[in-house]
């Protein structure tokens, strides 16, 4: 038997995310994990829709989180989705935050293949938990829409043309998941330590480093090339005009032409 919970399997759920908020919020408190095969209100990051028809997968994961911060698990999940899917299509990459991206082909244009949602659950459970969801298209078929100010999304069967077992991808992630946690939460090494191994394992699967990037923030967008992380995960960034400029949060979107 494994030593991490199995997601429980849902036909169709309005949000793995809320699902799982709701048996913290009944008491359940237990780390958990929840797939579904489809949601009727997803939500993504910055309060999106995050649509959610058949053949994608969704999943969201509860952990307490020791003596970490909550945003840690966020990119551990990242690293644990990078690490599965790339069994199944090459060129799959890490893009700050919180996105999975894609390459057809060598120097094709990158396409968004998931995303990751994390909430920090605190003051109504007796500890702390971190629900991290994470959205991506396996076997869905894209229709593109006006994807004018949003990266071209793409899914696992446009990249690779055949069908892939969503069930088998969803205990995958969630078992490197939990694993990636409990290297977190171990509490026998240096904090310190655990958080360079786990920037040390973001940096290397990420697209975004080295990168020319813009970043919508919550004022002025900020244009610049990427230096790495800081040590709380904000995005160094070295500017033309305003020197090294660190950014905490926001969208990010790679630029084609490299200064
Ligand atoms: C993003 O905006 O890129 C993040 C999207 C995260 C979507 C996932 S799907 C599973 C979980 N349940 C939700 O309602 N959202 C997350």
Redesign the pocket.
């Known amino acids: 038997m494994s030593e991490y919970p199995l997601p429980q399997y849902l036909d169709q759920v309005d ?4 699902h799982i908020k709701q048996q913290l919020l009944d008491g359940n408190y237990t780390e958990q994990a929840v797939w579904a095969k489809e ?1 009727t209100a ?4 910055l309060g ?1 829709t ?1 649509l ?1 028809p058949q053949g994608g997968l ?3 994961l509860c952990t307490t989180l020791s003596d970490c911060p909550p945003t840690w698990f966020g990119f551990a999940m990242g690293l644990a989705a990078q690490r599965v899917l790339s069994e199944y299509a090459p060129r799959i990459t890490l893009k700050w935050p ?2 999975l991206l894609a390459q057809s082909a060598e120097n094709a244009e990158e396409q968004k293949l998931g ?3 994390a909430e920090l659950v605190s003051g109504i459970t007796p500890e702390p938990y971190a629900i991290i ?3 991506a298209n396996i076997n869905t078929q894209i229709t593109l829409t006006d994807t004018t100010n949003a990266i071209p999304p793409t899914s696992l069967y446009e990249l690779t043309h055949s069908e892939h077992p969503v069930q088998a991808i969803a205990e995958a992630i969630t078992r490197e998941a939990f694993r990636e946690f409990t290297r977190l939460k171990n509490t026998g090494m240096p904090l310190s330590e655990r958080r360079d191994l786990l920037l040390q394992k973001w940096e290397s699967v990420s697209s975004t480093i080295g990168k020319h990037v813009r970043v919508h923030a919550h004022g002025q967008p900020v244009q610049g090339k990427v230096l790495g992380l800081t040590e709380d995960f904000a995005l160094r960034l070295e500017t033309v005009h305003q020197g090294i400029q660190i950014v905490q949060a926001g969208d990010c979107f790679h630029l084609r032409v490299q200064h």
């Not at 997803?42 to 990051?45: D, E, T």
């Open positions: 949000s793995t995310h809320t949601q997803g939500r993504g990051r999106r995050w959610s969704y999943i969201s919180n996105d995303g990751i949602l969801g994470l959205g």
